[in-house]
Structures are given as C-alpha cells and as structure tokens.
C-alpha cells in the first residue's frame, strides 16, 4: 500500500485534483470544501473527517464559533455520498462530529 500526503493552505490553495481513494479532513471546517471533496473521489472512495461542534463552547473558549459546526453539519455537507458512520458527542473533552462517507459506486 502506498500512501502520498499532501499539507496545503485550502484558504489559498485549491484542494488538488486526485481522483484519491481516500480523503481524510480532522478539526478544520471550510464550507466550500465539501463539494471539491466529493468530486474529487474515486467511486467507492472514503471520506473520514472530524470537526468540532458548537457544543463544544460549553467547556471551551476556543475554537470560537466560526470555527465549528452546528449539529448535524458534518452529515448533511456529505448526504451526497453513502454515511457508513457518523457520530455526535464528547470525545477526549472535544465536542465532535465523526464521519465515514462513501462516494457512490458507478454502476
């Protein structure tokens, strides 16, 4: 299996344009991103990703609220692909919303 990484400002850089087999996204929200996201899988691609959620502003200051996501966000920003997890809630003290998503298979 071999794996190529990339590190990019997604703020200036546009997100590149694969097709990748997986696409992995954790504690960054960019709205615009997800439809380039979409595109940009194989069929049968994964989508894994994690944001933090506004419940996260009962115990934490920071990220501030342009930062995080309202319920439900996450999955309704991927219901054109297959949910095959999704989950809501505190995990290591974060407020979060954690997602597989899978792009429809050709047929």
């Not at 960019?30 to 899988?41: A, D, G, K």
């Not at 506004?54 to 439900?72: G, K, M, T, V, W």
Request: glycine fraction near 6%; include cysteine.
């Amino acid at each position: 299996l071999s794996i190529d990484t990339l590190v990019a400002d997604l703020e200036t850089e546009p997100l590149p344009l694969g097709p990748f087999q997986v696409i992995t996204c954790f504690r960054y929200r960019q709205l615009e991103l997800f439809p380039s996201i979409h595109m940009r899988l194989n069929p049968g691609g994964l989508f894994v990703g994690e944001v933090v959620t506004i419940q996260n502003l009962e115990r934490h200051d920071h990220p501030s609220l342009r930062f995080l996501a309202e319920p439900d966000e996450l999955r309704e920003l991927c219901s054109s692909m297959k949910i095959l997890y999704y989950g809501e809630g505190w995990f290591d003290d974060q407020a979060l919303a954690r997602i597989v998503a899978q792009k429809e298979l050709i047929h």
